[in-house]
């Protein structure tokens, strides 16, 4: 189920990415909407919101800070093989972003308030708060861990079109890479993880 999922997404990622930058001229006109509605709410205190998710989610923060405490943070707990998961997962979320962002181009918003990489589409902020939220919800499947995790990956969209570095569009697709790549991993990996988790649970309780 896992591997259909995630498969679904990404390849719903792709044809949203081809859709868009091949099939208009011009944003399509939800994108357009969307940016001129969020500009209402450019605000001083929802703008400083959004850069403080901007410094998170991007540079050497989203790229090494987030990722290794988080692994550390497994490791602590003695889940090594979900320190891998997690690792590989980065790894791959981060790939899958950078090859459809060289593979469509996809020019960003004119009236962007931060600088930038090269292709808005799809949103990398956005596919590593997914990559984040989903990770920890396949190693911790509670409700309160998919809660927090889906409004993470809201918060950090939302701040993408605040900031109009991103169509709406971009934080979608990043989403759905994010979540697909872990899904897909998760289909592989999660076999190994929990079967480990189990009988480290064993022994600790034999002990």
Same mark, same amino acid.
């Given at each position: ?5 995630? %498969? !679904? ?27 001129? =509605? ?8 929802? +703008?400083?919101? &959004? ?5 998170? /989610? ?9 990722? +290794? ?17 997690? =690792? ?60 927090? /995790? ?18 709406? %569009?971009?934080?979608?697709? /990043? ?7 872990? +899904? ?19 022994? &600790?309780?034999? !002990?």
């Amino acid at each position: 189920m896992l591997l259909w999922w995630g %498969t !679904g997404m990404l390849v719903a990622a792709t044809l949203l990415g081809a859709a868009i930058v091949f099939g208009y001229t011009e944003p399509p006109a939800f994108d357009r909407w969307w940016n001129d =509605a969020v500009d209402m709410y450019r605000t001083d205190a929802v +703008l400083s919101f &959004a850069l403080v998710l901007n410094s998170i /989610g991007g540079g050497w923060i989203a790229i090494l800070l987030v990722p +290794l405490l988080l692994i550390a943070a497994l490791l602590i707990a003695r889940r090594w093989r979900a320190a891998v998961f997690a =690792a590989v997962a980065f790894l791959a979320s981060a790939g899958a972003v950078q090859l459809l962002k060289q593979l469509f181009g996809r020019a960003r918003p004119e009236d962007m308030i931060v600088v930038s990489d090269y292709g808005s589409f799809p949103s990398g902020h956005t596919a590593n708060a997914a990559t984040i939220a989903v990770v920890l919800w396949l190693v911790f499947p509670r409700v309160w861990t998919a809660l927090l /995790g889906i409004l993470w990956i809201l918060a950090m969209a939302l701040s993408r079109t605040l900031l109009s570095v991103h169509w709406a %569009t971009d934080t979608l697709g /990043g989403a759905l890479v994010g979540a697909g790549v872990v +899904l897909v991993l998760g289909a592989w990996l999660l076999p190994w993880v929990r079967t480990y988790s189990r009988r480290d649970a064993e022994h &600790a309780s034999i !002990g």
